[in-house]
C-alpha cells in the first residue's frame, strides 16, 4: 500500500500469505478494508462476519472471500497493516535524531500516543484502525493456530517494529538483557491501558481519552527506569 509524506510515495508490504487477492488491487478490495475497520470498530471482532460486511459494501460473501480467506486472515492484515504504518511512521520521526535516549523517547512517544486519521490514506481511518488494534490486535495471535501462522511469518511486521525499539534500548544500555520483553510488554500495556481506561477504569491512572498523555508518561518512565545501568538487581532466593 502507498502512503505520502512530504510528498514522497512509500510502499507500505503486507504478507501475500494474508489474502487471496490484494485489496489495494481494486475499489472493490479498497472498501472492503475501509469498511471492514469501521464494522469491526462498531461491532467487534466476535460479532463481525462476512456475511455483514457483504451488506455493509452492497456486495457478496463470496467477493470477500475472493480477497480474504477467513475473517481471522483480515485481522490479521490489518494489524501487520498498523505495524507496517506504524514502523514507517517510527523511522521517520527518528531518522535524523541522533541521540538514542531521544530516539527512544520518540519511538514510546509513537507507539503509545492515541492515533488519529492520516489524509495519506483515504480509505484508512487510522483512528478507527487503532480502536481496533487496541480492542481485538491480541486476538490475532491469541488462538490455536499461532504456531503455525507463526511459522508462515504472519507476525513479522509486529515482531520488526518490536525489534527496531530493542535495538535502541541495546544502544543506550547494550547490558540490558530483556529488551525485547520490555518493547513488546509497553506496545501491549499501551493498548491495554487504554482499554482499562475506557472499560474498567479502576485498574489504571489513565485518563478514558489519553488527552494529557499519561500512556506515554507511564510507560516512558517505567523504560528508562528499567535500562537504567544497574537498575535490576535480581536476588538470588535465600536458602
Given at each position: ?5 512530504n ?31 469501521g ?10 462476519t ?10 457478496t ?24 504504518w ?12 541522533v541521540s538514542?535516549?531521544?530516539?527512544l ?28 488494534v487496541v480492542?481485538?490486535?491480541?486476538k490475532?495471535?491469541l ?65 478514558q ?25 535480581v ?5
Amino acid at each position: 500500500m502507498n502512503v505520502s509524506a512530504n510528498g514522497v510515495r512509500v510502499t507500505l508490504h503486507v504478507d501475500e500469505k494474508l489474502y487471496g487477492k490484494d485489496p489495494n488491487s481494486s475499489d472493490m478490495g479498497r472498501r472492503i478494508l475501509e469498511h471492514s475497520i469501521g464494522l469491526i470498530n462498531e461491532i467487534g471482532f466476535e460479532s463481525f462476519t462476512f456475511r455483514k460486511l457483504a451488506q455493509r459494501i452492497g456486495s457478496t460473501e463470496a467477493t470477500v472471500y475472493r480477497y480474504f480467506p477467513s475473517k481471522q486472515r483480515l485481522l490479521l492484515y490489518l494489524t501487520s497493516w498498523y505495524w507496517n504504518w506504524m514502523e514507517y511512521r517510527l523511522l521517520l520521526a527518528t531518522s535524523n535524531v541522533v541521540s538514542a535516549e531521544q530516539r527512544l523517547r520518540i519511538a514510546l512517544r509513537e507507539l503509545t500516543q492515541p492515533i488519529v486519521a492520516d489524509d495519506a490514506t483515504p480509505h484508512i481511518d487510522e483512528g478507527a484502525l487503532y480502536r481496533v488494534v487496541v480492542a481485538e490486535s491480541s486476538k490475532a495471535y491469541l488462538n490455536r493456530d499461532v504456531d503455525a501462522e507463526n511459522r508462515e511469518g504472519l507476525f513479522r511486521s509486529y515482531k520488526r517494529l518490536c525489534r527496531t525499539v530493542a535495538d535502541i534500548i541495546k544502544e543506550i544500555n547494550p547490558e540490558y538483557r530483556y529488551p525485547a520483553a520490555l518493547v513488546s510488554t509497553v506496545m501491549e500495556s499501551s493498548h491495554m491501558q487504554k482499554y482499562f481506561a475506557e472499560h474498567l477504569p479502576a485498574l489504571t491512572d489513565v485518563s478514558q481519552h489519553d488527552r494529557d498523555g499519561s500512556t506515554t508518561d507511564f510507560l516512558t518512565d517505567l523504560v528508562f527506569r528499567a535500562i537504567q545501568p544497574g537498575a535490576l538487581q535480581v536476588q538470588q532466593p535465600g536458602p
